[in-house]
C-alpha cells in the first residue's frame, strides 16, 4: 500500500490498543494504472493491519458472479485506472455487491452482538 495510507493507518495504534477497533467489519477497494498494478498485493497488506486491530474481514470472495466483470479479485474489488483517468473494467455491479455483503456481516455481527 502507499506509505501515506501505511503512516495514516498505524495512527491507529492508540485505539487498537484500547480495544476500539476489534470486531468492527471492514472491506477493501484498490486501484492502480496498470493491469498487474499489485491490486491483490494492496488489499491484502491493508486487511493484515486490519487483522491486528482484531478487526472482521468481510471480502467479497467468489460469492457472486459479477466480481469476474471486475478482474475476479476475491480479496475486493479493483480496477483499472487507464492514463486517461477512465476506468477500464465496469465495476459498478462489483462495488455494490461488496457492499451489500459488508453491510450484511456487519448486521449479523451488531445483532450478534445485542
Known sequence: MPSQ????????GGLWF?????????SAM?????AHGGQEATILSL?????????IVAAPGYTDPVTF???GNPYGTSV??????????DVQATVKHQVK?????????KKANQ
Not at 495510507?5 to 491507529?12: A, S
Not at 486487511?47 to 478487526?55: E, F, N, P
Open 5 to 12: 495510507m501505511k503512516q495514516f493507518l498505524d495512527t491507529t
Open 18 to 26: 484500547q480495544g476500539k477497533l476489534a470486531n468492527k467489519v471492514v
Open 30 to 34: 484498490t486501484s492502480a494504472q496498470n
Open 47 to 55: 486487511y493484515t493491519t486490519m487483522y491486528h486491530w482484531g478487526a
Open 69 to 71: 466483470g471486475a478482474g
Open 80 to 89: 483499472t485506472v487507464g492514463h486517461d483517468g477512465k476506468m477500464i473494467e
Open 101 to 109: 455483503r459488508t453491510v450484511t456481516v456487519a448486521e449479523w455481527v
